[in-house]
Protein backbone atom coordinates (compact mmCIF):
# COMPACT_ATOMS: atom_id res chain seq x y z
CA UNK A 1 0.00 0.00 0.00
CA UNK A 2 1.29 3.78 -0.85
CA UNK A 3 0.18 6.67 0.85
CA UNK A 4 0.61 10.19 -0.50
CA UNK A 5 0.82 13.09 1.22
CA UNK A 6 2.70 16.87 1.19
CA UNK A 7 4.04 15.51 -2.59
CA UNK A 8 6.09 11.91 -0.78
CA UNK A 9 4.90 8.70 -0.99
CA UNK A 10 6.62 5.75 0.84
CA UNK A 11 5.05 1.71 0.87
CA UNK A 12 3.10 1.76 4.46
CA UNK A 13 4.02 -2.72 4.74
CA UNK A 14 7.55 -2.22 4.53
CA UNK A 15 9.43 -1.05 7.88
CA UNK A 16 10.97 1.99 8.19
CA UNK A 17 14.34 2.32 9.93
CA UNK A 18 15.82 4.50 12.36
CA UNK A 19 19.14 5.82 13.12
CA UNK A 20 19.54 8.03 16.60
CA UNK A 21 23.03 10.07 16.48
CA UNK A 22 23.36 11.44 20.19
CA UNK A 23 25.18 14.66 21.36
CA UNK A 24 26.19 15.16 24.90
CA UNK A 25 25.64 13.93 28.49
CA UNK A 26 24.26 10.49 29.92
CA UNK A 27 21.01 12.08 30.32
CA UNK A 28 20.76 12.79 26.76
CA UNK A 29 21.97 8.97 26.24
CA UNK A 30 18.72 7.67 28.40
CA UNK A 31 16.57 9.90 26.33
CA UNK A 32 17.78 8.23 22.89
CA UNK A 33 17.40 4.32 24.40
CA UNK A 34 13.70 5.59 25.14
CA UNK A 35 13.65 7.03 22.25
CA UNK A 36 15.06 3.69 20.26
CA UNK A 37 12.53 1.65 22.40
CA UNK A 38 9.44 3.86 21.38
CA UNK A 39 10.53 3.62 17.71
CA UNK A 40 10.56 0.40 17.68
CA UNK A 41 7.39 -0.03 19.94
CA UNK A 42 5.95 1.69 16.58
CA UNK A 43 7.37 -1.06 14.40
CA UNK A 44 10.71 0.87 12.83
CA UNK A 45 13.31 -1.44 13.17
CA UNK A 46 17.14 -0.07 13.65
CA UNK A 47 19.06 0.98 10.42
CA UNK A 48 22.92 0.09 9.89
CA UNK A 49 23.67 3.77 8.71
CA UNK A 50 22.63 6.69 7.26
CA UNK A 51 22.59 5.29 4.06
CA UNK A 52 19.53 2.55 4.61
CA UNK A 53 17.99 4.73 7.14
CA UNK A 54 14.16 6.18 6.61
CA UNK A 55 14.41 8.20 9.34
CA UNK A 56 17.52 9.93 11.15
CA UNK A 57 17.10 11.56 14.27
CA UNK A 58 19.46 13.97 16.07
CA UNK A 59 19.25 13.89 19.97
CA UNK A 60 20.79 17.00 20.71
CA UNK A 61 22.45 18.96 23.63
CA UNK A 62 23.39 22.53 24.03
CA UNK A 63 25.61 22.20 26.84
CA UNK A 64 28.97 20.99 25.33
CA UNK A 65 31.29 23.28 23.69
CA UNK A 66 30.58 24.07 19.70
CA UNK A 67 27.07 22.58 20.14
CA UNK A 68 25.52 24.84 17.58
CA UNK A 69 27.98 24.11 14.81
CA UNK A 70 28.04 20.34 15.47
CA UNK A 71 24.22 20.32 14.76
CA UNK A 72 24.31 22.72 11.86
CA UNK A 73 27.29 21.08 10.59
CA UNK A 74 25.36 17.79 10.56
CA UNK A 75 22.25 19.06 9.35
CA UNK A 76 24.51 20.55 6.25
CA UNK A 77 26.17 16.83 5.61
CA UNK A 78 22.29 15.42 5.82
CA UNK A 79 21.31 18.20 3.58
CA UNK A 80 22.50 16.20 0.40
CA UNK A 81 20.83 13.01 1.33
CA UNK A 82 17.63 14.36 1.43
CA UNK A 83 17.70 15.89 -1.26
CA UNK A 84 18.63 12.41 -2.94
CA UNK A 85 15.51 11.05 -1.10
CA UNK A 86 12.97 13.15 -0.54
CA UNK A 87 11.22 10.41 1.61
CA UNK A 88 14.38 10.32 4.30
CA UNK A 89 12.94 12.28 7.44
CA UNK A 90 15.23 14.34 9.57
CA UNK A 91 14.16 15.07 13.37
CA UNK A 92 16.26 17.08 15.76
CA UNK A 93 15.15 16.73 19.43
CA UNK A 94 16.72 17.73 22.70
CA UNK A 95 17.95 21.00 24.58
CA UNK A 96 19.59 22.25 21.81
CA UNK A 97 15.62 22.05 19.51
CA UNK A 98 14.66 23.09 23.11
CA UNK A 99 16.54 26.57 23.21
CA UNK A 100 16.32 26.81 19.42
CA UNK A 101 13.00 26.11 18.67
CA UNK A 102 11.61 27.33 15.32
CA UNK A 103 15.09 29.04 14.79
CA UNK A 104 16.22 25.07 13.44
CA UNK A 105 13.95 25.06 10.66
CA UNK A 106 14.85 28.65 9.44
CA UNK A 107 18.58 27.57 9.35
CA UNK A 108 17.92 23.93 7.77
CA UNK A 109 14.42 23.90 6.15
CA UNK A 110 15.10 20.18 5.12
CA UNK A 111 14.44 19.20 9.40
CA UNK A 112 11.15 17.81 9.28
CA UNK A 113 10.27 17.45 12.61
CA UNK A 114 11.69 19.31 15.65
CA UNK A 115 10.83 18.43 19.52
CA UNK A 116 11.65 19.46 22.85
CA UNK A 117 13.03 17.33 25.92
CA UNK A 118 9.60 17.41 27.53
CA UNK A 119 7.90 15.57 24.68
CA UNK A 120 10.17 12.42 23.77
CA UNK A 121 7.38 10.40 23.88
CA UNK A 122 5.54 12.16 20.96
CA UNK A 123 8.51 11.56 18.40
CA UNK A 124 6.89 9.14 16.76
CA UNK A 125 3.81 10.43 16.77
CA UNK A 126 5.38 13.83 14.86
CA UNK A 127 7.13 11.60 12.54
CA UNK A 128 3.90 9.85 11.37
CA UNK A 129 2.21 13.45 11.16
CA UNK A 130 4.91 15.27 9.45
CA UNK A 131 5.16 12.52 6.50
CA UNK A 132 1.62 13.62 5.85
CA UNK A 133 1.18 16.60 6.82
CA UNK A 134 4.63 18.50 6.19
CA UNK A 135 7.59 19.48 8.28
CA UNK A 136 6.40 20.41 12.24
CA UNK A 137 7.84 21.48 15.56
CA UNK A 138 6.29 20.53 18.92
CA UNK A 139 7.94 22.18 21.72
CA UNK A 140 6.65 21.85 25.52
CA UNK A 141 6.70 23.55 28.16
CA UNK A 142 7.28 22.38 31.24
CA UNK A 143 3.78 23.55 32.57
CA UNK A 144 1.74 21.46 30.12
CA UNK A 145 3.43 18.18 31.40
CA UNK A 146 1.87 14.92 32.78
CA UNK A 147 4.00 11.87 34.80
CA UNK A 148 4.57 10.14 31.17
CA UNK A 149 6.01 13.30 29.56
CA UNK A 150 8.16 14.20 32.27
CA UNK A 151 10.31 11.78 32.68
CA UNK A 152 11.17 9.60 29.27
CA UNK A 153 12.22 6.85 31.81
CA UNK A 154 8.84 6.01 32.07
CA UNK A 155 8.67 5.71 28.56
CA UNK A 156 9.67 2.07 26.51
CA UNK A 157 13.03 1.31 26.32
CA UNK A 158 15.60 -0.39 23.87
CA UNK A 159 18.62 -0.48 26.25
CA UNK A 160 22.55 -0.62 24.23
CA UNK A 161 23.61 -3.39 26.62
CA UNK A 162 21.54 -5.94 28.41
CA UNK A 163 23.87 -5.76 32.00
CA UNK A 164 23.55 -2.36 32.92
CA UNK A 165 20.47 0.82 32.31
CA UNK A 166 19.83 4.34 33.76
CA UNK A 167 17.39 4.71 35.73
CA UNK A 168 16.68 8.51 35.63
CA UNK A 169 14.90 9.60 38.69
CA UNK A 170 14.38 13.30 37.88
CA UNK A 171 14.28 15.77 35.70
CA UNK A 172 15.08 19.85 35.77
CA UNK A 173 17.72 21.97 38.44
CA UNK A 174 16.62 24.48 40.40
CA UNK A 175 19.99 26.15 40.42
CA UNK A 176 21.43 29.00 38.60
CA UNK A 177 25.26 27.89 37.87
CA UNK A 178 26.16 31.18 36.03
CA UNK A 179 27.83 28.47 33.43
CA UNK A 180 25.02 26.04 32.61
CA UNK A 181 21.78 26.08 30.09
CA UNK A 182 20.47 23.50 32.29
CA UNK A 183 17.43 25.11 34.23
CA UNK A 184 16.57 27.20 31.10
CA UNK A 185 15.93 23.76 28.67
CA UNK A 186 15.33 21.19 31.25
CA UNK A 187 12.95 22.95 33.77
CA UNK A 188 12.62 23.03 37.37
CA UNK A 189 13.41 19.92 39.07
CA UNK A 190 11.14 17.34 39.51
CA UNK A 191 11.66 13.70 41.00
CA UNK A 192 9.82 10.29 40.04
CA UNK A 193 7.80 8.76 42.80
CA UNK A 194 10.05 6.62 45.31
CA UNK A 195 7.94 3.38 44.70
CA UNK A 196 7.78 4.01 40.71
CA UNK A 197 11.86 3.61 40.57
CA UNK A 198 11.77 0.80 42.90
CA UNK A 199 9.80 -0.87 41.26
CA UNK A 200 11.45 -0.16 37.57
CA UNK A 201 14.45 -1.90 39.19
CA UNK A 202 12.88 -4.60 40.37
CA UNK A 203 11.78 -4.72 37.03
CA UNK A 204 15.07 -4.27 35.29
CA UNK A 205 16.52 -7.10 37.53
CA UNK A 206 14.15 -9.22 36.20
CA UNK A 207 15.55 -8.68 32.76
CA UNK A 208 19.11 -9.56 33.67
CA UNK A 209 20.13 -5.81 34.84
CA UNK A 210 22.82 -6.30 36.70
CA UNK A 211 23.99 -2.26 37.29
CA UNK A 212 21.66 0.82 37.75
CA UNK A 213 22.96 4.23 37.01
CA UNK A 214 20.48 6.83 39.02
CA UNK A 215 20.49 9.84 36.58
CA UNK A 216 19.11 13.27 37.35
CA UNK A 217 20.69 16.89 36.97
CA UNK A 218 21.03 17.51 40.78
CA UNK A 219 20.18 13.94 42.06
CA UNK A 220 21.49 14.23 45.51
CA UNK A 221 18.79 16.97 45.56
CA UNK A 222 16.39 14.15 45.12
CA UNK A 223 12.90 14.77 46.69
CA UNK A 224 13.49 18.03 47.40
CA UNK A 225 10.66 19.47 44.98
CA UNK A 226 8.14 17.16 47.17
CA UNK A 227 8.29 19.35 50.07
CA UNK A 228 7.20 22.28 47.84
CA UNK A 229 4.64 19.81 46.00
CA UNK A 230 3.22 19.01 49.69
CA UNK A 231 3.12 23.16 50.97
CA UNK A 232 1.22 24.03 47.38
CA UNK A 233 -1.19 20.94 47.82
CA UNK A 234 0.00 19.83 44.43
CA UNK A 235 -1.41 16.54 43.89
CA UNK A 236 2.03 14.84 42.28
CA UNK A 237 2.89 14.96 46.51
CA UNK A 238 0.47 12.01 47.18
CA UNK A 239 2.42 9.73 43.86
CA UNK A 240 5.53 10.02 47.32
CA UNK A 241 3.41 9.21 50.09
CA UNK A 242 1.66 6.46 48.13
CA UNK A 243 5.69 5.22 47.36
CA UNK A 244 5.44 1.66 47.53
CA UNK A 245 6.42 -0.69 49.75
CA UNK A 246 10.37 -0.15 50.40
CA UNK A 247 9.72 3.40 51.95
CA UNK A 248 6.23 3.86 52.78
CA UNK A 249 6.03 1.10 55.62
CA UNK A 250 9.34 2.18 56.95
CA UNK A 251 7.93 2.93 60.52
CA UNK A 252 11.15 5.23 61.26
CA UNK A 253 10.53 6.87 57.13
CA UNK A 254 11.52 10.67 56.61
CA UNK A 255 8.79 13.01 55.87
CA UNK A 256 10.01 12.59 52.20
CA UNK A 257 12.30 10.37 50.87
CA UNK A 258 16.06 11.79 50.57
CA UNK A 259 18.51 10.30 47.83
CA UNK A 260 20.32 7.95 51.25
CA UNK A 261 16.53 6.04 51.12
CA UNK A 262 16.66 5.71 47.19
CA UNK A 263 19.94 4.66 47.34
CA UNK A 264 19.82 2.21 50.08
CA UNK A 265 15.98 0.92 48.21
CA UNK A 266 17.53 0.28 44.94
CA UNK A 267 20.98 -0.73 46.91
CA UNK A 268 18.67 -3.45 48.38
CA UNK A 269 17.12 -4.63 45.04
CA UNK A 270 17.73 -8.48 44.23
CA UNK A 271 20.07 -9.31 41.22
CA UNK A 272 21.16 -5.56 41.30
CA UNK A 273 24.72 -5.89 42.34
CA UNK A 274 26.19 -2.65 41.64
CA UNK A 275 24.46 0.87 41.68
CA UNK A 276 26.14 4.35 40.26
CA UNK A 277 24.67 8.10 40.18
CA UNK A 278 25.62 10.95 38.23
CA UNK A 279 25.73 13.69 39.03
CA UNK A 280 25.35 14.93 42.43
CA UNK A 281 25.80 18.26 43.49
CA UNK A 282 28.61 19.17 46.43
CA UNK A 283 25.99 21.47 48.22
CA UNK A 284 23.88 18.91 48.54
CA UNK A 285 25.83 16.29 49.20
CA UNK A 286 24.49 15.32 53.08
CA UNK A 287 26.12 12.79 55.61
CA UNK A 288 22.99 10.93 55.39
CA UNK A 289 23.95 9.82 51.55
CA UNK A 290 27.33 9.48 52.34
CA UNK A 291 26.50 6.70 55.37
CA UNK A 292 24.38 5.13 52.77
CA UNK A 293 27.22 4.83 50.51
CA UNK A 294 28.97 3.21 53.27
CA UNK A 295 26.19 1.16 54.18
CA UNK A 296 24.37 -0.12 51.25
CA UNK A 297 26.98 -2.93 49.54
CA UNK A 298 25.79 -2.74 46.42
CA UNK A 299 26.30 1.06 46.02
CA UNK A 300 29.88 1.47 44.58
CA UNK A 301 33.08 2.91 45.59
CA UNK A 302 32.81 5.86 43.10
CA UNK A 303 31.72 9.37 43.43
CA UNK A 304 31.73 12.06 41.07
CA UNK A 305 31.36 15.40 43.09
CA UNK A 306 32.02 18.29 40.02
CA UNK A 307 33.83 20.94 41.51
CA UNK A 308 33.99 23.53 38.73
CA UNK A 309 36.71 25.81 40.17
CA UNK A 310 39.24 26.14 43.38
CA UNK A 311 38.73 29.67 43.90
CA UNK A 312 36.08 30.63 46.45
CA UNK A 313 35.69 34.41 44.30
CA UNK A 314 34.98 32.18 40.98
CA UNK A 315 32.48 29.74 42.57
CA UNK A 316 30.78 32.61 44.33
CA UNK A 317 30.19 34.21 40.69
CA UNK A 318 29.37 30.69 38.96
CA UNK A 319 26.68 30.52 41.94
CA UNK A 320 27.49 26.75 43.38
CA UNK A 321 27.26 27.72 46.79
CA UNK A 322 29.84 25.86 48.48
CA UNK A 323 33.64 26.77 48.79
CA UNK A 324 36.50 25.15 48.14
CA UNK A 325 37.34 24.24 51.72
CA UNK A 326 33.38 22.85 52.30
CA UNK A 327 33.99 21.41 49.34
CA UNK A 328 36.94 19.13 50.42
CA UNK A 329 35.99 18.89 53.82
CA UNK A 330 33.02 16.61 52.37
CA UNK A 331 35.18 14.93 49.98
CA UNK A 332 37.02 13.69 53.46
CA UNK A 333 34.40 13.03 55.19
CA UNK A 334 32.84 10.74 52.18
CA UNK A 335 36.75 8.93 52.00
CA UNK A 336 36.88 8.43 55.84
CA UNK A 337 33.36 6.76 55.99
CA UNK A 338 34.00 5.12 52.59
CA UNK A 339 36.67 1.86 51.91
CA UNK A 340 38.72 2.46 48.99
CA UNK A 341 36.97 5.27 47.46
CA UNK A 342 37.60 6.78 43.88
CA UNK A 343 36.70 10.50 43.40
CA UNK A 344 36.37 12.29 40.04
CA UNK A 345 35.23 15.70 39.52
CA UNK A 346 34.48 18.16 36.40
CA UNK A 347 36.88 21.75 36.22
CA UNK A 348 36.21 24.69 34.50
CA UNK A 349 38.83 27.17 33.53
CA UNK A 350 38.52 30.76 32.16
CA UNK A 351 35.55 31.28 33.68
CA UNK A 352 35.13 35.19 33.50
CA UNK A 353 37.15 37.40 35.31
CA UNK A 354 39.14 34.10 36.38
CA UNK A 355 42.54 35.63 37.69
CA UNK A 356 45.79 33.52 38.22
CA UNK A 357 45.07 33.34 41.53
CA UNK A 358 42.03 31.68 41.01
CA UNK A 359 43.50 29.19 38.71
CA UNK A 360 46.51 28.75 41.08
CA UNK A 361 43.94 27.99 43.61
CA UNK A 362 42.15 25.27 41.34
CA UNK A 363 45.78 23.93 40.82
CA UNK A 364 46.25 23.63 44.39
CA UNK A 365 42.51 22.10 44.86
CA UNK A 366 42.93 19.79 41.99
CA UNK A 367 46.12 18.53 43.58
CA UNK A 368 45.09 18.20 47.56
CA UNK A 369 41.96 16.04 45.88
CA UNK A 370 43.99 13.88 44.17
CA UNK A 371 41.38 12.91 41.53
CA UNK A 372 40.94 8.97 39.72
CA UNK A 373 40.32 11.31 37.02
CA UNK A 374 38.66 14.62 35.99
CA UNK A 375 36.47 16.19 33.29
CA UNK A 376 38.70 20.00 32.46
CA UNK A 377 36.89 22.28 30.23
CA UNK A 378 37.53 25.38 28.82
CA UNK A 379 34.99 28.04 29.23
CA UNK A 380 32.97 28.89 26.32
CA UNK A 381 29.75 30.95 27.29
CA UNK A 382 26.32 29.69 26.03
CA UNK A 383 23.72 32.07 24.81
CA UNK A 384 21.17 32.22 27.62
CA UNK A 385 22.83 31.62 30.51
CA UNK A 386 24.41 34.66 33.18
CA UNK A 387 27.96 34.01 32.44
CA UNK A 388 27.69 34.95 28.26
CA UNK A 389 26.72 38.09 29.52
CA UNK A 390 29.97 38.87 31.61
CA UNK A 391 31.41 40.09 28.38
CA UNK A 392 33.66 42.47 29.94
CA UNK A 393 35.75 40.24 32.17
CA UNK A 394 36.11 37.62 29.47
CA UNK A 395 39.47 35.36 29.78
CA UNK A 396 42.15 35.54 26.83
CA UNK A 397 41.62 32.32 25.23
CA UNK A 398 45.29 31.96 24.82
CA UNK A 399 45.74 32.28 28.63
CA UNK A 400 42.47 29.73 28.93
CA UNK A 401 43.98 27.18 26.84
CA UNK A 402 47.34 27.90 28.69
CA UNK A 403 45.70 27.20 32.15
CA UNK A 404 43.79 24.16 30.89
CA UNK A 405 47.34 22.60 30.00
CA UNK A 406 48.49 23.05 33.38
CA UNK A 407 45.34 21.50 34.92
CA UNK A 408 45.33 18.68 32.57
CA UNK A 409 49.14 17.57 33.65
CA UNK A 410 48.12 18.13 37.39
CA UNK A 411 44.84 15.84 37.01
CA UNK A 412 46.79 13.04 34.55
CA UNK A 413 49.37 12.70 37.32
CA UNK A 414 47.23 12.67 39.99
CA UNK A 415 45.24 9.78 37.85
CA UNK A 416 48.27 7.89 37.38
CA UNK A 417 49.82 8.02 41.01
CA UNK A 418 45.82 6.42 41.98
CA UNK A 419 46.30 4.03 39.14
CA UNK A 420 49.38 2.57 40.49
CA UNK A 421 48.24 2.42 44.22
CA UNK A 422 46.53 -0.14 42.50
CA UNK A 423 48.90 -2.55 40.94
CA UNK A 424 48.98 -6.00 42.42
CA UNK A 425 45.47 -5.86 43.48
CA UNK A 426 42.87 -8.38 42.98
CA UNK A 427 39.60 -6.49 41.63
CA UNK A 428 36.23 -7.41 40.58
CA UNK A 429 35.42 -6.40 37.00
CA UNK A 430 32.33 -6.37 34.86
CA UNK A 431 33.34 -7.49 31.11
CA UNK A 432 32.00 -4.69 28.64
CA UNK A 433 33.13 -6.48 25.80
CA UNK A 434 36.65 -6.73 23.78
CA UNK A 435 38.53 -3.47 23.64
CA UNK A 436 37.98 -1.20 21.44
CA UNK A 437 41.49 -1.12 20.17
CA UNK A 438 42.15 -5.17 20.49
CA UNK A 439 39.14 -8.11 19.81
CA UNK A 440 41.77 -10.37 21.43
CA UNK A 441 41.62 -8.18 24.94
CA UNK A 442 38.76 -8.22 27.36
CA UNK A 443 37.63 -4.28 28.79
CA UNK A 444 35.63 -3.95 32.06
CA UNK A 445 35.06 -2.17 35.08
CA UNK A 446 35.72 -2.08 37.89
CA UNK A 447 33.83 -1.07 41.24
CA UNK A 448 35.46 2.21 40.88
CA UNK A 449 34.59 2.89 37.74
CA UNK A 450 38.16 2.06 36.32
CA UNK A 451 38.64 0.75 32.92
CA UNK A 452 40.47 -2.67 32.77
CA UNK A 453 42.06 -4.26 29.82
CA UNK A 454 42.83 -7.85 30.12
CA UNK A 455 43.69 -11.23 28.08
CA UNK A 456 41.02 -14.30 28.51
CA UNK A 457 42.05 -17.57 27.32
CA UNK A 458 38.22 -17.74 25.93
CA UNK A 459 35.52 -14.82 25.03
CA UNK A 460 33.73 -13.51 27.91
CA UNK A 461 30.28 -12.20 27.44
CA UNK A 462 28.75 -8.59 28.15
CA UNK A 463 28.04 -8.79 32.21
CA UNK A 464 30.31 -11.46 32.98
CA UNK A 465 32.11 -10.72 36.68
CA UNK A 466 35.25 -11.46 36.94
CA UNK A 467 38.33 -11.40 38.86
CA UNK A 468 41.54 -9.25 37.67
CA UNK A 469 44.74 -9.02 39.18
CA UNK A 470 46.10 -5.44 37.97
CA UNK A 471 49.72 -5.87 36.16
CA UNK A 472 50.15 -2.05 35.08
CA UNK A 473 48.38 1.49 34.99
CA UNK A 474 47.97 4.30 33.18
CA UNK A 475 45.92 7.29 33.80
CA UNK A 476 43.13 6.62 31.69
CA UNK A 477 43.11 2.65 32.88
CA UNK A 478 44.63 -0.26 33.93
CA UNK A 479 45.85 -3.74 32.73
CA UNK A 480 45.24 -6.66 34.29
CA UNK A 481 45.47 -10.38 34.30
CA UNK A 482 42.15 -12.73 34.69
CA UNK A 483 42.55 -14.68 38.03
CA UNK A 484 38.81 -16.20 37.45
CA UNK A 485 35.11 -15.78 36.10
CA UNK A 486 32.92 -14.98 39.15
CA UNK A 487 29.62 -15.05 37.92
CA UNK A 488 28.44 -15.34 34.34
CA UNK A 489 25.64 -12.30 33.00
CA UNK A 490 22.39 -12.83 33.91
CA UNK A 491 20.52 -11.41 31.37
CA UNK A 492 19.24 -13.96 28.46
CA UNK A 493 21.80 -13.99 25.22
CA UNK A 494 20.50 -12.55 22.29
CA UNK A 495 19.85 -14.98 19.29
CA UNK A 496 19.74 -13.53 16.20
CA UNK A 497 16.95 -14.88 13.79
CA UNK A 498 18.22 -15.54 10.74
CA UNK A 499 15.52 -14.80 7.74
CA UNK A 500 15.23 -18.18 5.57
S1 LIG B 1 23.53 22.20 39.29
FE1 LIG B 1 24.36 23.89 38.07
S2 LIG B 1 25.65 22.82 36.55
FE2 LIG B 1 24.29 21.27 37.39
S3 LIG B 1 22.52 21.24 36.01
FE3 LIG B 1 22.01 22.64 37.68
S4 LIG B 1 22.59 24.68 36.93
FE4 LIG B 1 23.62 23.16 35.62
Not at 104 to 112: E, L, N, S, T
Not at 259 to 267: E, H, K, S
Amino acid sequence: MVAAGAGRSYPEDVAQRYLIRTYGCQMNESDSERLAGLLEADGYVPAAGTADADVIVLNTCCIRENADNKLYGALGNLKALKDQRPDLQIAVGGCLAQKDQGRIQDRAGHVDVVFGTHNVHRAGDLLAAARHGGPLMEILDASARDDTEMFPSALAVRREVDHASWLTIQVGCDNSCAFCIVPAVRGPELSRPFGELVIEAQRLAVEGVQEITLLGQNVNSYGRDITTARRAGRPDAADHDAAGPAWAADPARRPRPLFADLLRAIGAVDGIDRVRFTSPHPKDLRPETIVAMADTAAVCEHLHLPVQSGSDEVLAAMHRGYTAARYLDKLQAARTAIDDLAVSTDLIVGFPGERDADFEATLELAAEAAYDYAYTFQYSPRAGTEGAEMVDRFVDPVVTNQRYEQLRAVVERSALARHRERIGRVEEVLVEGPSKKDPEVVSGRTRQNKLVHFASASPLRVGTRARVQVTDAASHYLRGELVEVVAPPRHRMRIPVVAS
